[in-house]
């Protein structure tokens, strides 16, 4: 059953859609997943660009029961880049954007969790709460899982927009307690990126994504965790291409 309402965070003073799929099936209560750009996630009608992940399809299919929860970002100018950027940079292309990254997360943990485990059937330990998303929102979904660790086991960093900032990001790793059943999953396609695309029909280890989604796992590792890196080969940085990778980082994430 998919849901559609409206949600009030209060730490960004704006109203979000909530687009939230319960299972049909199973005995609950059901572990949770958030996900960012949520309008995205189910239907196409919804999608920004007319695809969507083609997820409740594919929860249709998978034998894990799962309560999704995805949230709506901004659609006023540059207020999604605000709302997905965590940290302030002075140079780069992110250094146009003000950073409410950390406002949107503690809405995110501090409002909507608690009315989504008090209405929804849901287990509310960190061990059954994840979360993802792509390009600016891979961004916030590692964010998430490093810095609202405690409450989040598992995140999806989906074409992650972690270059500008990963100097912040590993930082706070480096100082902040990573419990050893963390799981991350990061990706990338040799279609999107920064400069001139080599061979987009094979791995390049030398790309700049490359580097900073191996330098992010490697941090969940030196923790304790588990992290899986995926090169999607000819993949672009579309719906369309993500949708694709759903089974490959739902399992990894939930199963393994």
């Avoid at 199973?26 to 949770?32: D, H, K, L, R």
């Avoid at 209405?119 to 810095?147: D, H, Q, W």
């Amino acid at each position: 059953m998919l849901l559609k309402q409206d949600f009030y965070f209060n730490s960004i003073g704006g109203n979000r859609p909530l687009h939230i799929r319960i299972p049909d099936h199973g005995e609950p209560p059901f572990p949770v997943m958030y996900f960012f750009d949520g309008h995205n996630l189910f239907r196409d009608e919804d999608a920004t660009y007319g695809k969507s992940w083609g997820l409740d399809d594919y929860c249709s299919r998978w034998d894990k029961q799962l309560i999704i929860v995805g949230v709506e970002c901004s659609h006023e100018g540059t207020g999604r880049m605000s709302e997905y950027l965590p940290y302030g940079t002075r140079a780069g292309w992110l250094s146009r954007y003000e950073p409410l990254g950390e406002a949107t997360m503690q809405g995110i943990i501090y409002e909507l969790k608690p009315y989504i485990d008090s209405n929804f059937p849901t287990i509310p330990f960190r061990e059954c709460t994840a979360i993802g998303g792509s390009s600016m929102g891979g961004l916030m979904a590692a964010y998430a899982l490093v810095k609202y660790n405690q409450y989040i086991s598992k995140a999806a960093c989906v074409s992650p927009s972690i270059g500008s900032v990963s100097g912040m990001l590993w930082h706070d790793m480096n100082n902040t307690f990573i419990n050893a059943d963390t799981r991350m999953y990061l990706s990338w396609g040799t279609m999107e990126g920064y400069g001139k695309i080599k061979d987009p029909d094979k791995e390049d280890t030398s790309s700049w994504l490359y580097k900073t989604c191996r330098g992010t796992a490697n941090k969940i590792i030196a923790a304790g965790g588990a992290a899986k890196l995926y090169c999607q080969v000819g993949g672009r940085h579309c719906e369309a291409d993500w949708e694709k990778q759903l089974d490959i980082f739902m399992p990894f994430l939930w199963q393994e």
